[in-house]
């Protein structure tokens, strides 16, 4: 299960990394909501990794909530975003 | 576990169907990121973006209840999955509502465009008021 949490950092670390520089880089506002909904599932990965790997299920509520977040956030975004661009 | 951490002697079977599912949830992140950074435009990304948040937390969710295997824990992971099944969808249709929006901004002639004229129909009534007579898409509001 060691190499198993090893291989799947990695891959969220990279996933998580990339997601960041569209954040930054994004040229509208909605490339940048994509992103923050990309990086919050990757969160939410993450949680739900931890939980695996110490083979406790605390941290699991938390995903919960995270994963409503995510939610909320896209969906308010999506709703309240400035007509403008750029 | 005073091995390094590529001994797998001590998996049983059920272990390495989790810790597949875990990998393979794991890829769907990092296929989200390359996508979400490499591809061209917002549709696409937005299109990429929501594999992880169904198939990828999916994965995770079957790789922990294996992993866990207890009643409680596999009753968060069901609520986990359902309330992502359900705001996904909902949350990338608003997405792609808002990007379709701004993108078809400076159309020229949208009438052809029904998502579009629904929405602008009352603000640019005026304008059209001769050409269709009330009876666009968005006059039953």
């Known amino acids: ?86 | 576990m005073t091995g390094s951490i590529f001994d797998v002697s001590d998996l049983t079977p059920v272990d390495w169907i989790a810790s597949a599912a875990i990998v393979f949830g794991a890829l769907m992140s990092l296929l989200a990121g390359v996508a979400v950074l490499r591809f061209p435009d917002t549709m696409s990304r937005i299109h990429a973006a929501t594999k992880p948040q169904v198939l990828g937390i999916m994965l995770l969710m079957l790789g922990v209840g294996l992993r866990l295997q207890s009643p409680a824990v596999i009753g968060v992971l069901v609520l986990i999955v359902v309330l992502q099944f359900v705001t996904a969808p909902v949350s990338a249709h608003l997405t792609v509502r808002a990007a379709y929006r701004h993108s078809v901004d400076d159309r020229v002639d949208d009438r052809e465009d029904d998502a579009v004229a629904i929405e602008e129909s009352a603000a640019l009534a005026p304008r059209r008021r001769g050409e269709n007579e009330g009876e666009g898409p968005g006059s039953g509001r």
Request: net charge positive; no cysteine.
């Open chain 1, 1 to 86: 299960m060691t190499l198993t949490a090893f291989i799947a950092g990695t891959m969220f670390g990279i996933g998580a990394l990339l997601a960041a520089i569209r954040l930054v880089k994004g040229p509208t506002q909605i490339d940048r909501s994509v992103a923050l909904d990309v990086l919050l599932a990757i969160l939410v990965g993450v949680i739900v990794l931890t939980a695996a790997v110490s083979a406790s299920s605390i941290t699991l509520v938390i995903a919960v909530v995270v994963s409503l977040l995510g939610f909320l956030g896209s969906a308010s975004l999506a709703k309240l975003l400035p007509r403008d661009r750029r």
